[in-house]
């Protein structure tokens, strides 16, 4: 397959992870059945109908701090707000690194990336990405609004930064996520990481679920997995710490009583959204992570497309939260 051929490829299977999240209702979060007070799901879809194109400029330029900037100033035409951020950092190395494994590799296309050949590949993107980068995704991010990681040498707020940003992207994310046993921006870590959460803890559950159950379920188990594992950077940088916290710890009394799977799980679902919804808490991270997992996963898919074809046939949520009940 050629370049433009895989160009459109990874557009195609990164909208399909995006669209199927907001698809898939999830608690306190936007989706087919569900808007929230400044956010709908026609704001969603709206946004990643417009996204597709940087998605592809994602994948084959290696301009990628650029990348982000394009994208995320689309989203903003679209929407008016962050719909997406965290999902087009996120996604920004996975589809760069997609991309030259595809064309390196000498695998069939349809046959899947092993996840240590996708993680390596993803890693050299991310060590690739130097100060150019790091200030056209400051830039970005500054204009939406969300907190920059802390760099104690630099002042982000000023309009000087970019003359005096000269580390990589690494480095930069390094500086949000000083210890994995603090709340820290999530997405700062993965960076970090090698997106640890996604391949480690996060992608073995996923196709294990897939396995066993319909894809949205699959969707909306792997989600209450992320929120337990990792209290949700959103909810704690506008609640707090605390608050985070006793989110997280909800999503694993959800997990204990045998996840969205049984009926009393299902309930305790139910019931955490209702209250994130009253309370006005978004764990937006939570649903950025769930879009990373679900791209890996079309990606290291052995199935011949076979979990592709189950995204895009959209299967109908499952979840008993709808709109107007």
């Given at each position: 397959?050629?370049?433009?051929?895989?160009?459109?490829?990874?557009?195609?299977?990164?909208?399909?992870?995006?669209?199927?999240?907001?698809?898939?209702?999830?608690?306190?979060?936007?989706?087919?059945?569900?808007?929230?007070?400044?956010?709908?799901?026609?704001?969603?879809?709206?946004?990643?109908?417009?996204?597709?194109?940087?998605?592809?400029?994602?994948?084959?330029?290696?301009?990628?701090?650029?990348?982000?900037?394009?994208?995320?100033?689309?989203?903003?035409?679209?929407?008016?707000?962050?719909?997406?951020?965290?999902?087009?950092?996120?996604?920004?190395?996975?589809?760069?690194?997609?991309?030259?494994?595809?064309?390196?590799?000498?695998?069939?296309?349809?046959?899947?990336?092993?996840?240590?050949?996708?993680?390596?590949?993803?890693?050299?993107?991310?060590?690739?990405?130097?100060?150019?980068?790091?200030?056209?995704?400051?830039?970005?991010?500054?204009?939406?609004?969300?907190?920059?990681?802390?760099?104690?040498?630099?002042?982000?707020?000023?309009p000087e930064f970019n003359e005096v940003i000269d580390i990589g992207m690494r480095d930069f994310?390094?500086?949000?996520?000083?210890?994995?046993?603090?709340?820290?921006?999530?997405?700062?870590?993965?960076?970090?990481?090698?997106?640890?959460?996604?391949?480690?803890q996060l992608l073995p559950a996923f196709l294990g679920y897939v396995e066993r159950w319909t894809?949205?379920?699959?969707?909306?188990?792997?989600?209450?997995?992320?929120?337990?594992?990792?209290?949700?950077?959103?909810?704690?940088?506008?609640?707090?710490?605390?608050?985070?916290?006793?989110?997280?710890?909800?999503?694993?009394?959800?997990?204990?009583?045998?996840?969205?799977?049984?009926?009393?799980?299902?309930?305790?679902?139910?019931?955490?959204?209702?209250?994130?919804?009253?309370?006005?808490?978004?764990?937006?991270?939570?649903?950025?992570?769930?879009?990373?997992?679900?791209?890996?996963?079309?990606?290291?898919?052995?199935?011949?497309?076979?979990?592709?074809?189950?995204?895009?046939?959209?299967?109908?949520?499952?979840?008993?939260?709808?709109?107007?009940?």
């Amino acid at each position: 397959m050629d370049g433009e051929g895989l160009t459109r490829l990874l557009e195609e299977r990164a909208s399909t992870a995006l669209r199927f999240e907001v698809f898939v209702p999830k608690p306190g979060n936007v989706s087919r059945n569900q808007d929230l007070a400044d956010k709908t799901y026609d704001d969603f879809i709206g946004a990643i109908d417009v996204l597709g194109p940087y998605l592809g400029q994602l994948a084959s330029s290696d301009l990628t701090g650029e990348c982000i900037a394009r994208a995320s100033s689309a989203m903003m035409s679209s929407a008016g707000q962050n719909t997406h951020l965290g999902s087009i950092i996120l996604l920004a190395p996975l589809l760069r690194g997609s991309f030259i494994a595809l064309r390196d590799e000498a695998e069939p296309v349809l046959s899947g990336i092993s996840p240590e050949v996708l993680r390596n590949y993803l890693s050299n993107v991310v060590d690739g990405m130097g100060p150019t980068d790091v200030r056209a995704f400051i830039e970005a991010v500054r204009q939406i609004g969300p907190p920059l990681p802390p760099v104690d040498r630099y002042d982000l707020t000023g309009p000087e930064f970019n003359e005096v940003i000269d580390i990589g992207m690494r480095d930069f994310m390094r500086s949000g996520s000083p210890d994995p046993g603090q709340i820290v921006n999530t997405i700062s870590r993965e960076y970090v990481t090698d997106l640890e959460i996604t391949f480690e803890q996060l992608l073995p559950a996923f196709l294990g679920y897939v396995e066993r159950w319909t894809i949205d379920i699959a969707l909306r188990a792997v989600f209450i997995d992320a929120l337990s594992i990792v209290p949700d950077a959103l909810i704690h940088a506008k609640f707090g710490e605390e608050t985070a916290r006793s989110v997280s710890s909800l999503a694993g009394g959800i997990r204990s009583a045998g996840n969205v799977m049984t009926e009393e799980g299902a309930g305790l679902e139910d019931d955490l959204n209702k209250q994130l919804v009253m309370s006005g808490m978004n764990p937006g991270t939570t649903a950025d992570l769930t879009v990373s997992v679900l791209f890996v996963s079309i990606m290291v898919d052995p199935g011949n497309g076979d979990l592709m074809s189950k995204l895009m046939d959209g299967a109908e949520p499952s979840g008993s939260f709808v709109k107007g009940a």
